[in-house]
């Protein structure tokens, strides 16, 4: 990264009351969630590995396995 830029995202981080490991931190959590939704290579990586249970693998591949049961069986109104 340049040296501007790097000067740029520290200031603005120390704006935001965050360290610099915790802005890039999310920005790689948010942007691997969104991967595990939208490219199908991601998403089997991730639904085919294990993960300790209440880890935060675990959570998000199980939140997407739900998320995969409610598309195959969508609940009908009585």
Do not use: W
């Amino acid at each position: 990264m340049a040296p501007e830029c790097h000067a740029l995202l520290k200031s603005v981080c120390a704006l935001k009351g965050v360290t610099v490991s915790e802005y890039v931190y999310t920005l790689v959590k948010d942007r691997f969630k969104e991967l595990c939704y939208s490219d199908n290579q991601v998403q089997q990586i991730l639904l085919n590995g294990t993960y300790p249970v209440g880890s935060k693998a675990y959570v998000l591949q199980e939140q997407i396995r739900n998320e995969q049961r409610l598309d195959d069986n969508p609940h009908s109104s009585p």
